[in-house]
């Protein structure tokens, strides 16, 4: 099975599709061009389309709803979870400003004090 992403007119990511690998192939060759055509069919021809990979093995990041589509980078990026966390150009992930603790507890960020806080 391959996975869609439909993009709105800023990239956003406003819903993920199932699509049959049959409905994606020329040839019996996976293509994704195949599968936004097919898309396009359901959907309509002015609405956009990408592939995304539920393994990751393609734009970084499985396409979620929320999530922006870097043309740049062909990479999905998740929402920004707080304001001081910083993209991570390799795995374009969101990273914290401070590692997270590795003694064992669980934490929660605090934004307001830009730190791990220990949950009780």
């Known amino acids: 099975m391959a996975h869609f992403a439909q993009l709105d007119e800023n990239n ?44 990751g093995n393609m734009r970084k ?3 979620g709803i929320g999530f922006t589509y870097d043309a740049g980078r062909d990479a999905y990026i998740p929402p920004k ?4 966390w910083v993209l991570n150009e390799n795995t374009c992930q969101w990273d914290a400003p401070v590692a997270y603790p590795d003694d064992g507890q669980i934490y929660r960020w605090d934004e307001d004090t830009v730190n791990w806080v220990v949950v009780s």
């Open 81 to 84: 979870p707080y304001a001081s």
């Open 12 to 55: 956003l990511v406003t819903q993920v599709i199932v699509v049959s690998n049959n409905d994606c192939q020329l040839n019996g060759v996976e293509i994704e061009e195949v599968g936004v055509i097919f898309c396009k069919t359901l959907f309509g021809t002015d609405t956009k389309w990408k592939q995304t990979s539920y393994n």
């Open 61 to 63: 990041n499985y396409a």
